[in-house]
Structure formats: C-alpha cells, structure tokens
C-alpha cells in the first residue's frame, strides 16, 4: 500500500510538473500557474463534496460544472466571472479567493489545468498525499528566484527542528504572524496529530489551534490551500490577509513559530508606532515583529523565531527591545546558522528560542555557523545535520543540558553562558562567538608548491627549501 501511495505522489507531481512547463514555455511564470491550480483545485474539490451529500457554500452559477463544457474566450470569461465572484464571499471561501484575478489568458492553456486538474478525484484522496502534492510544488515554487517566492520558504528541515524542540502539543494553540505559506503550521499540525485519538483532541486541532497571517493576498491564497489540503480549517480558515505590525487584537496563543521578513517596511506603509505606541519606536522588520510577537504569546508560552544577526547586536532601539526580552522573557537558547540556507544569499540568521513569565539568566548556545557550509543547490541543509542540536536542547527535560564546549574541547558548539556573562556585555550584545577552526599548514614553500604543482602540472616544480607557517581561519 505504502508503494501505492509513493508511485502515486510521484506521478501526481509530474502530472502537476508537467503542465507548469508547458504554461512556462508559454509565457506564465511558475507562481501564476500555482495560484490558478489552486483556485480550479478548490473547485474541483468543492464538486466532489457536493457529489457526496455535503453542502456547497459556492453559489449556483459559479462551480465547477459551469467550467466544463465550456472553451475558447466563453471559458475565460466564466473563470473570470467565479473568481471575482468567489473573492467576495466571506469564510474558508474568501480567502482562499482573495483578491483572485486570472493569470492564463489563453483558452488552451486555461483548458490544460483544468483537464488535468479534471483527472483525478482529490477530495478523496488521503490528507497526507494531497498534501504533499501540494508542498513540493510550494517548494518549486519557492526555488524560483526570478518570482521572488523564496522570500516566502523556509527550509523544510529548519522548521522540522525548531517544531520538534518547541514541541507543541495537541491541546495548545499555535501561530506564526508571518506565516508565508504556512510551512511552520503545517509542521507543528504533523507533530501534534499522532499525540491522541481522542475526536474532541482532534476536531480543536483541525479547527481551533492554529493562526496564521500574512500580508500578501497570493501567500494568503497558498497557506489556506496548503492547510486546506491537509484537511485543517476546512470550514474556516486559519488565515489571514493581515498586517501583523499593526493588528491590535487581543488574540494570545500558547506557542509562536516563525521566520518574519527582515529589512524595513515598505515605503507607503502604516508607521508601526503610530499604532502600537507600547512598541519601541524603530523602523526595522524584524524588531517590530519581535515586539509583536512578544505581545501575543501567554504566559509560559513558548516561542521560536528566527532573527538577523542585528537584532542579536544593534544599539539604540534594538538595544532596548533586546533589554526588555531578557528582563520579561527566558531566552534560553540561541542556535546560530550558517549562510546559504535561504535564498537571500549572504543572510546571517540565527533562531532564538524564550519563554515568557521568567527572566533570563543562563544562554546556551549552539554554533551551526562556525566551519558550517551549506548552498540551496549542492548541499542544502536536512534535518539530520540539526539532529546534535536537538539532542543538546534536551526538550522537555532542559536540566539535562550538558555542554560540549569545555577547556579541553574549545570547539565544542554548545556552551552555557552564565547571567554575570550575559547581563556583563556591552549594550547586552548577544552575538556569542568562541569557535576558532583555524589550522596550521607547516610544509616548506617546495613541498607547497609540490602540491600544487600535481594539481596543476605547468607550476614550477622546485623552489628553495624555506619554512613557512600558513594559518588559515574560519570566516564566520
């Protein structure tokens, strides 16, 4: 059965594969493909609910059927005609919908996604394969730079880590106020969903633990299918198309995830202070959203963000908001990454990890930056080179904690620092560096370039016998 369902899944993303190569071969980019499929895939879905006794909420004159025996220009018209339709109704139905406007103009082209999506019989199909369907096209998707769409990924294997250390659980509430297309929400359901078979355990995880927002229309429309597809917030959507700088709402959530937008907020936009005057006023991303997230996670919540190094760094207003996380919050752990994990290229990050209702005194820290190379294309990061990370972590039974830093092994990449080391730094700087993989090279210039010259046989192969000492050290 197992080999069923993977022959099924491949041949399904090949299917789907196909198709966006020849929409691109035509002209339509990879992300306008994934936003249409969605829109005609609700359809379809919606039809076969229908045909099995359940309600439809699309009213008459803009389903699915009245697709069907249409084409040419009549085609693209009645398309045109639901989605703007759809876009205004309220619930699941709407967001999925938002500001939805069509991307295939050509009748052909439309006619292909809609024959293929036609083919198969997806309402019924297994939530698990659906879904996964789904989200390796969101990850192509995410690999076109031209879109600009990796800005809304993060790696699979990331989110796996910091889900599994934060370890959410069935009956907790969970959000990311930056949601993207709901990759950490995803990932906490897939944790959360084997923990109990009880039905009232798992009718509050499909309808009620989850929150997620975004501020593009387009996420937004991909987050709810994504959630959707996994059978989450099939009535109601867990998204929402909002600004999370500005939102005043009580709303308070047991655990955050996130990977919030860095840089500043775009020219035009509503100044954050101007309406959540309790922030430090700074015109920085990434410090805003971690004010915000500050404000909504409950007490004895639990939280895990990833962060540019400034924010770890930074005087003035940054200095502050650092001052107030430690005084309010227990930043216990810091995991340092490397670059080339996204597809900002150069972007050094890092992932705080804090619970609020105690202040902060030990900092352990882990240092996956320091000798660690990674690229999107050759060599991206999985899960299993976090698995010392998360062994070090000790979820639920932090007092375990041993460092793997001592005298001894000065290049151990977890260490404790203490509060007097902490509160002692300088403007309260958390950039914890202590690794040093340099290495001496003690062969004479002869032997140097003797090496070389196997390598590179045009070199010459003999120079006097004199001594040097090279010393090569990391870059962090």
Not at 61 to 74: A, H, I, P, R
Not at 204 to 217: I, M, R
Request: glycine share 6%; with cysteine.
């Amino acid at each position: 059965m197992a080999d069923i369902q993977v022959k099924s899944e491949s041949t399904l993303i090949k299917k789907v594969g196909d198709i966006a190569n020849v929409l691109a071969s035509a002209g339509v980019g990879f992300t306008d493909y994934l936003t249409q499929l969605t829109y005609i895939l609700f359809l379809k879905m919606d039809d076969e609910r229908e045909a099995y006794g359940f309600e439809s909420a699309i009213p008459e004159g803009y389903k699915w059927q009245d697709l069907l025996d249409l084409s040419g220009e009549d085609l693209v018209e009645k398309y045109e005609e639901i989605l703007e339709e759809l876009a205004k109704k309220d619930g699941l139905i709407g967001t999925i919908f938002t500001k939805a406007t069509n991307k295939i103009d050509r009748p052909v082209l439309l006619a292909k996604v809609i024959e293929m999506v036609a083919s198969e019989n997806w309402y019924m199909m297994e939530g698990d394969l659906k879904g996964a369907i789904y989200e390796s096209i969101l990850e192509k998707n995410g690999q076109d730079r031209k879109s600009g769409a990796g800005q809304y990924f993060t790696p699979r294997a990331l989110i796996k880590a910091m889900v599994d250390v934060t370890d959410p659980k069935i009956t907790e509430t969970v959000a990311d106020p930056a949601c993207g297309t709901g990759g950490f929400l995803l990932a906490a359901y897939e944790h959360m969903k084997p923990q109990s078979k009880e039905i009232a355990k798992q009718k509050f995880l499909k309808e009620h633990a989850f929150f997620g927002a975004d501020n593009t229309p387009l996420v937004v429309t991909l987050a709810s299918m994504n959630l959707y597809l996994h059978d989450i917030g099939t009535e109601s959507s867990p998204i929402v198309c909002q600004d999370s700088l500005i939102d005043k709402s009580d709303k308070m959530f047991d655990v955050i995830l996130a990977n919030p937008p860095f840089g500043t907020r775009p020219q035009g936009s509503v100044e954050v202070y101007a309406n959540r005057p309790e922030f430090v006023k700074t015109s920085d991303n990434q410090v805003n959203f971690l004010q915000h997230i500050m404000s909504i996670v409950r007490t004895n919540g639990r939280v895990a963000v990833v962060l540019p190094d400034n924010v770890l760094t930074d005087g003035g207003a940054t200095a502050k908001v650092r001052e107030k996380l430690l005084k309010d919050f227990n930043l216990h752990t810091i995991l340092r990454l490397p670059t080339g994990i996204f597809y900002a290229n150069g972007v050094k990050t890092n992932v705080l990890f804090f619970q609020k209702g105690a202040p902060t005194e030990d900092i352990w820290v882990y240092d996956y930056r320091t000798g660690v190379k990674h690229t999107m294309a050759t060599k991206p990061m999985t899960r299993a080179n976090l698995d010392d990370f998360v062994a070090c972590y000790c979820s639920g039974h932090m007092q375990d904690r041993v460092p793997t830093y001592s005298a001894d092994e000065p290049n151990g990449r977890w260490r404790k620092f203490t509060k007097e080391e902490v509160y002692s730094r300088d403007f309260l700087k958390l950039d914890f560096k202590w690794m040093d993989l340099g290495e001496k090279d003690d062969r004479t210039i002869g032997e140097l370039l003797g090496d070389m010259h196997t390598k590179h046989p045009q070199s010459p192969k003999q120079l006097p016998n004199c001594k040097i000492s090279l010393e090569v050290s990391s870059c962090d």
